[in-house]
């Protein structure tokens, strides 16, 4: 069987949970099926890996437009598959046309959808309603949906109630062990001006609505004092997204000392180093349909303050592995109260802060739940059987 992964990200260009997913099923999937990927941007020196560009046409247009696009040509390469499986908006309407095209099995895997996230309208403009039409068309005609949460299936369904239950199946994601794993190294530590000796929140993410950065640099003006705080927070979503968290930024470090910020895209040595030495791993998310970063942490044996919202719950198990903050969204996924938000995020924050061995307990526990639980062998092995179940279902 010939299996084609359609993604928007792949490396060496990855920026969210979605491309760090397809990198890794990609290379486990290999051993058990044929493989092609997919993905967007320029080209990559990777065997079976083909990348597109915008087409020239569209570079003057609407982002979403620019997307669609693309779907285009990509799903045109897909002749000789015999199955596309296809991650995010951005590439599941090239998993929809190629079904149309070539009649052969269309798996989409969710790892947001559109709807629950109203502030792309901020980035996208009328592009929102574009992206928004290509996933439920996408979607509703795929021939098997994977949720990488519990609480992602239950969204899809509740999102889109035109689609059968027994469609849409939990595949959770999974996280490299071996690759993230306690590092003894201090020299990011250096590199970047954070001190090895005294205790530090970190933050990894997007500037985006979704991740909540906002949230925490208000909550930060609680921290314990001589504490540190580590944001590696790049790629913001939005010229507005990014003054706005450059003005918290400023105001925070004018009145508190020890505001680390990293701006560029970390090399992975470096930042397993960063969450290796962190006393706590901090997420404040108000949506995440699975959180691949707070596996990482967990990995890395450093314990997690998240929110407990969409799939975090499944991940972080609260007072075991870290603490989670709970949250009372309003109908934009925004805290009802961000104000409450903020001081219950600071008052979990701050318990790890003064309680490193506690701290430390969580983290090697985080570690023992992510070996035992997330697995990307066991990923592949059940996505390849969905396949297989898909395929034959066509055949009937």
């Not at 941007?41 to 597109?52: F, K, L, Q, S």
């Not at 930042?271 to 349909?289: G, M, N, Q, R, W």
């Amino acid at each position: 069987m010939r299996v084609d992964l359609l993604t928007r990200e792949y490396p060496p260009d990855v920026y969210g949970g979605a491309g760090v997913h397809v990198a890794y099923l990609a290379r486990e999937l290999r051993d058990l099926v044929e493989v092609r990927v997919r993905c967007f941007g320029e080209p990559r020196a990777e065997p079976g890996v083909r990348a597109y560009r915008v087409p020239d046409g569209l570079r003057q247009a609407n982002a979403a437009l620019q997307v669609l696009g693309v779907d285009v040509e990509m799903a045109a390469g897909c002749a000789d598959a015999d199955l596309v499986h296809s991650h995010t908006w951005y590439a599941n309407f090239a998993g929809h046309l190629a079904k149309l095209l070539y009649g052969v099995p269309h798996v989409a895997t969710t790892h947001s959808l559109e709807p629950l996230r109203p502030w792309k309208a901020e980035q996208l403009g009328g592009g929102y309603a574009l992206s928004s039409w290509a996933e439920r068309t996408a979607l509703l005609g795929a021939d098997a949906i994977i949720a990488v949460s519990e609480a992602m299936r239950r969204d899809v369904l509740r999102v889109y109630p035109e689609i059968p239950p027994d469609r849409v199946r939990v595949i959770h994601n999974g996280i490299d062990t071996g690759e993230y794993a306690p590092s003894p190294g201090i020299g990011a530590l250096r590199r970047y001006g954070i001190d090895p000796a005294v205790p530090y929140a970190v933050f990894v993410g997007r500037v985006t609505r979704q991740k909540g950065l906002p949230h925490l640099l208000r909550a930060a003006r609680s921290l314990e004092p001589g504490a540190q705080l580590v944001l590696c927070a790049g790629e913001p979503d939005t010229p507005e997204i990014a003054e706005e968290v450059t003005g918290l930024v400023r105001e925070l470090s004018a009145t508190r000392e020890r505001v680390v910020w990293i701006t560029k895209m970390l090399p992975r040595d470096e930042l397993i180093e960063i969450l290796t030495h962190a006393t706590v791993f901090v997420c404040p998310s108000v949506y995440e349909p699975m959180g691949i970063v707070n596996l990482e942490a967990m990995a890395c044996e450093t314990a997690v303050v998240a929110t407990a919202t969409g799939g975090i719950p499944e991940v972080v198990e609260d007072g075991v592995t870290g603490l989670l903050v709970p949250i009372d969204q309003g109908p934009d996924g925004e805290p009802a109260d961000p104000g409450a938000f903020a001081a219950a995020l600071a008052d979990r924050v701050n318990a790890l802060l003064r309680d490193p061995a506690r701290a430390a307990a969580m983290g090697k526990a985080g570690r023992r739940r992510a070996i035992e639980h997330f697995s990307w062998r066991r990923v592949a092995e059940r996505t390849r059987d969905l396949y297989a179940e898909v395929a034959e279902a066509g055949r009937r």
